[in-house]
């Protein structure tokens, strides 16, 4: 709840990434990231876009990080597997996730790390 008295809805709840209409499960795209053969981990999340609404973003974490395929290597293999409004627009590649005690990522820290790292006003 903020200081106005709004909730807002954060963690497990909020996955879901509504992009122009269309439902996208961050589960999806993870495990398609996760076949190909550079990826150790990955792990998606919903930032914000002025004209859809939210984009994917993919945090990456590299198997060898002296093998790094490009941002538009990572967006053609998934163009070449899933349908086009579920490729990531943004892919960022980390060493690690933030983690829950319990090992469960973190994907509303993830969002607000990636709209600092991008740039994004997260709304």
């Keep these: 709840m903020d200081e106005h008295g709004f ?5 497990r709840t909020k996955e879901l990434i509504i992009r122009g209409g269309e439902n996208i499960y961050p589960r999806e795209v ?17 930032v914000p876009d002025d004209r859809v609404g939210e984009e994917v973003c993919a945090w990456i974490q590299l198997k060898d ?19 086009y409004f579920k490729v990531p627009r943004y ?18 820290v993830m ?7 991008l740039g994004l006003n997260d709304h």
């Design 91 to 108: 892919v960022l590649f980390v060493d690690s996730f933030p983690l829950t005690p319990a090992g469960k990522v973190k994907k509303f």
């Design 30 to 46: 993870e495990e398609l990231l996760h076949k190909h053969p550079d990826i150790l981990d990955a792990y998606v999340c919903g």
């Design 7 to 11: 909730i807002k809805i954060i963690g």
């Design 111 to 117: 969002r607000g790390q990636s709209c600092r790292i």
């Design 65 to 83: 990080p002296n093998r790094k395929p490009t941002e538009a290597e990572i967006r053609e293999f998934c163009k070449q597997r899933i349908t």
